[in-house]
């Protein structure tokens, strides 16, 4: 989209409607009513500001001109057409929407894509090897961890990043014992710290013993 063009969004539609009927059952005279309705139309039609960014994805680099209210997400789905990633909740509470950020796992929902410039971000597209999978996909198609897919890729890189995490030694509150060292990952283990991803397939005794076997080969 030029950045010159002009982008009326469903929030500005709610607000002038929400304006509107404020204005109806406030009696105002007609004239003030319209002078209102002049300020929202002039709002509304407002041209959004862009600003460039850089970005490094899946080992690429990136340029592009940006809202800068722009969540990572949206930026990533938008404007790369990487559509692996999911909007679910868009509230950050399903992991559909589950990134790695320098190797720790987020809810690319509730960040902004501004906030990233100088991080290496990996998205599904970019765990596999060319041809070949990453050990948590090859283990989730061999568990047969998913049914409709919408939560997969989430799952998958969540997965990679708790991984990672367990290998540095980091408790979750069901580890039994945070001084011995990386927890032993039990069902409990696994389920605990794979809490914030969620699968309404109910997928999860699957998804649980892929994790467990990719365990042995990350």
């Known amino acids: 989209m030029a950045e010159t063009d002009y982008w009326i969004t469903r929030r500005?539609?709610?607000e002038g409607g929400a304006a509107t009927c404020l204005l109806v059952a406030s009696g105002l005279p007609v004239g003030a009513q319209d002078a209102v309705a002049t300020m929202t139309a002039e709002r509304v039609t407002t041209p959004i500001?862009?600003?460039?960014?850089?970005?490094?994805?899946?080992?690429?680099?990136?340029?592009?001109?940006?809202?800068?209210?722009?969540?990572?997400?949206d930026a990533l789905r938008n404007n790369l057409g990487l559509t692996g990633s999911k909007k679910g909740c868009d509230h950050g509470q399903c992991g559909a929407c589950t990134v790695l950020v320098n190797g720790r796992?987020?809810?690319?929902?509730?960040?902004?894509?501004?906030?990233?410039?100088?991080?290496e971000i990996t998205t599904i597209e970019g765990l596999a090897d060319g041809e070949k999978l990453h050990p948590v996909q090859a283990a989730f198609v061999a568990h047969d961890g998913f049914q409709c897919g919408y939560c997969t890729p989430g799952q998958i890189c969540s997965a990679v990043g708790m991984l990672d995490e367990v290998r540095a030694g980091w408790p979750s509150h069901a580890s039994m014992d945070v001084t011995s060292g990386p927890a032993a990952l039990t069902e409990a283990e696994i389920r605990e710290r794979m809490s914030g991803n969620l699968c309404r397939c109910a997928a999860y005794p699957n998804i649980v013993a892929a994790i467990r076997d990719a365990a042995e080969e990350v």
Not at 53 to 72: G, K, S, V, Y
């Open 12 to 14: 500005a539609v709610l």
């Open 49 to 73: 500001s862009r600003i460039p960014m850089r970005f490094m994805i899946n080992a690429t680099e990136h340029a592009l001109e940006l809202d800068p209210r722009t969540t990572l997400l």
């Open 105 to 119: 796992r987020i809810n690319s929902c509730l960040s902004l894509a501004a906030q990233h410039e100088d991080d």
